[in-house]
């Protein structure tokens, strides 16, 4: 029955990316069609309010500038509501201003759409700051990243000379994509018991007779953006484990499709951009085989449980539930904890520091890799990256000049991609031998053994994939931490984002080659082998070694 579930989900997810992903294009495609009348006059308002008379196509280098000064304004609003929020509306439970460091890192959290929560929301955040700066930004961060690699896909598949206008895409990844989307996502939630209010927080009296507060406010509202735009961050500090947040299997399923349709439809757009649909299925089926592998071996383990426990003969049939709610149990909760860090979500249903060593090990090597279906295009963007690199090492084998898409790869694409591929481990585990090495990092560990360690990789690893989950056993809410995990959730969103883009800006500007004899096809199984490949290949050669002084080397204890 567990394995049916899980099965469920995966054919709904299956039969929705052809439908959505042919919509998304329709969108950015700038082509005439039927959502224009729909969707059109208020577009062509926005664009008059903002100053954007003319909507012309821009270069890659003007691409990323338009996207990362856009990004600068938004923190800089975003910051001082954080700061000033004592004395702005919609405080009726009087909560203090955000402290600086902790407003730093709660600002780049969320503009970096990593959603890395090291405060308590439900205490830290008034409504208007939720309202103003949280579901704001989770709209907007979404919107830049599903915007950039909108762009990305123009620059590979294109015969023009430009990758888009930005502040077109992002006002249409509003408008048409994330607006309307979630707002059928918060009447969904909304029907099925998840509160949505401007009420104060709940005085009640508990069975024992004493008054307890109960935080309320517009869940519902936050939830469907939060897990649409793979954000995260939870309306309470204990995220979607919260009843009020997700309180029953039906709203866990919907919360799991939205943080996930959206990156795997993104495939089937980019086959359409691509004119060639296969290319899409492959760079989907790529993502869902990697998918199916972590899914199963983290459900396994969860499953066999703690060989601890299991020899002081305690009933271990159903499996390791420790920091997991009954109401989901094994499947949905290993299923969400997969999807979550597949998605770089980092919205979270069950306590990933209670996994056993095995079932942590699969959230984290997700986030290293940052290629299983990844969050608004950032997934699929780095395996496209990997796909570009898989082509130039099958050329270098054969002694030809590599292809993908019908241009030429050479060593200005190869450069920014090493540049993309190197900047994802450096910043992971640098911090992490960092921390490890000082006592202001040492000090908020909470388990001195190798889930120690682990508890340090998997916060690095989660900012730097722009994921935003943690191993909550540590106490990062210190300015060490707030300001390094702040660094590193920049450099992870930014170097990536503009290296990529430089990547597409180059082969825009290549003739295309015909197809012959010798060109290596891109789009049938052999392909979907050497992608899978060349990503275990790469993710094995740079954080191996780190993933063995934590979590294997906390199994083998168990052992």
């Known amino acids: 029955m567990e394995i049916l579930q899980m099965v469920v989900v995966i054919a709904v997810l299956v039969m929705l990316v052809k439908p959505l992903g042919t919509y998304v294009y329709h969108v950015f495609s700038n082509e005439e069609n039927r959502l224009d009348k729909i969707f059109g006059p208020f577009e062509r308002l926005i664009y008059k309010l903002i100053g954007l008379k003319q909507r012309a196509g821009m270069n890659w280098k003007k691409y990323a500038l338009s996207f990362i000064i856009t990004n600068i304004m938004l923190v800089a609003i975003s910051y001082l509501i954080l700061r000033l929020q004592k004395v702005l509306p919609f405080n009726p ?109 709940l005085t009640l009296k508990t069975l024992e007779g004493a008054m307890q507060q109960v935080a309320i406010g517009p869940v519902a509202s936050l939830e469907s953006i939060k897990h649409l735009g793979t954000n995260g961050g939870g309306f309470f500090g204990v995220n979607s484990s919260h009843p009020f947040e997700n309180p029953n299997p039906m709203t866990n399923v919907t919360e799991i499709l939205s943080m996930w349709t959206l990156p795997a439809a993104l495939t089937y757009t980019f086959g359409l951009f691509a004119k060639n649909k296969k290319q899409g299925w492959v760079i989907f089926s790529a993502m869902l085989c990697l998918f199916l592998v972590f899914l199963t071996a983290i459900y396994v383990s969860e499953k066999t449980g703690n060989p601890v426990m299991n020899n002081l003969g305690i009933d271990a049939s159903q499996g390791s539930m420790e920091g997991k709610e009954v109401r989901f149990g094994i499947a949905q909760s290993v299923l969400f904890t997969t999807v979550t860090t597949a998605a770089t979500t ?67 694409e190869m450069k920014l991609i090493a540049i993309a591929i190197l900047a994802h481990p450096l910043i992971i585990l640098g911090p992490t031998a960092l921390a490890l090495m000082l006592d202001i990092g040492k000090v908020a560990i909470s388990n001195p053994g190798y889930h120690g360690i682990t ?105």
């Open 93 to 201: 439970s009087g909560i203090d201003n955000m402290e600086s460091t902790l407003s730093f890192n709660t600002v780049i959290s969320f503009m970096t759409n990593t959603n890395l929560q090291h405060y308590s929301g439900e205490t830290g955040l008034t409504y208007f700051a939720q309202m103003a700066v949280i579901t704001m930004m989770m709209f907007t961060s979404a919107a830049t990243g599903f915007s950039v690699a909108i762009a990305f896909i123009r620059g590979i598949t294109s015969k023009g000379t430009t990758i888009g206008n930005f502040f077109e895409d992002f006002v249409k990844a509003h408008t048409r994509i994330f607006l309307p989307i979630s707002f059928i996502i918060t009447l969904v939630l909304v029907a099925l018991k998840v509160p949505q209010t401007l009420d104060p927080t």
């Open 346 to 412: 980092g919205t979270v249903n069950n306590m990933h520091d209670t996994l056993t060593p095995i079932g942590g090990l699969v959230p984290l090597a997700e986030m290293m890799l940052n290629v299983v279906f990844g969050g608004k295009g950032v997934g699929l963007i780095n395996m496209l990256m990997y796909a570009i690199l898989a082509v130039f090492i099958c050329g270098l084998m054969v002694g030809r000049t590599p292809e993908f898409l019908g241009r030429k790869i050479e060593p200005r």
């Open 455 to 559: 508890q340090v990789l998997y916060e690095y690893t989660s900012s730097a994939a722009n994921n935003g989950s943690g191993f909550e056993g540590l106490g990062d809410n210190t300015p060490f931490w707030n300001i390094s995990t702040g660094i590193v959730m920049l450099l992870g969103r930014y170097v990536s984002i503009i290296a990529m883009l430089g990547v597409a800006g180059s082969l825009l500007q290549k003739q295309r080659v015909p197809e012959t004899i010798g060109t290596f096809r891109t789009d049938n199984a052999l392909f979907v082998g050497l992608l899978i490949g060349t990503v275990l290949l790469i993710g094995a050669l740079t954080f191996l070694p780190a993933i063995v002084l934590g979590p294997i080397a906390e199994h083998l204890t168990l052992r």
